[in-house]
C-alpha cells in the first residue's frame, strides 16, 4: 500500500521560505514521477511542480524561479524548496504520485 506523508507546512512572512518534505513509503521513486499540487481556499488544486523519474523537472509558471522540486532516494523522500513567498502562495500543498494523495500541508504567508 502507497502512504506519502507531507510536513513542513506553517506560517511565514512574505518574502520567507519554508521546504516540504514527502515521505513515501510502499513505493520506489525511482520509478515514478512525482509532483506537489496545492489548493488555496475557494479554488481548484493545482499542479505546482513534477519531477520525472529521470529527474526531469516542471513548474508552475507563478513558482518558477522561488520553488524548486528535488528529491532524495535514497530517504524514499520528495522536497519542495519555497522561497521569495507570496500571500497568494498560501493553500494546502499536497504531495502526489499516480493516483495516491498524502494528505497535505497547510502554508500560510502572511504578515
Avoid: H
Avoid at 521560505?17 to 525511482?30: D, N, P, V
Avoid at 513548474?59 to 535514497?74: E, H, N, P, Q, W
Avoid at 519542495?80 to 502562495?89: A, G, H, I, R, T
Amino acid at each position: 500500500q502507497v502512504q506519502l506523508v507531507e510536513s513542513g507546512g506553517g506560517l511565514v512572512q512574505p518574502g520567507g521560505s519554508l521546504r516540504l518534505s514527502c515521505a513515501a513509503s510502499g513505493i520506489r521513486f525511482s520509478f515514478n514521477d512525482m509532483a506537489w499540487y496545492r489548493q488555496a481556499p475557494g479554488k481548484e488544486r493545482e499542479l505546482v511542480a513534477g519531477i520525472s523519474s529521470g529527474d526531469w523537472t516542471n513548474y508552475a509558471d507563478s513558482v518558477k524561479g522561488r520553488f524548486t522540486i528535488f528529491r532524495d532516494l535514497a530517504k524514499n523522500t520528495v522536497y519542495l524548496q519555497m522561497n521569495s513567498l507570496k500571500p497568494e502562495d498560501t493553500a494546502i500543498y499536497y504531495c502526489n504520485v499516480g493516483v495516491t494523495w498524502g494528505q497535505g500541508t497547510l502554508v500560510t504567508v502572511s504578515s
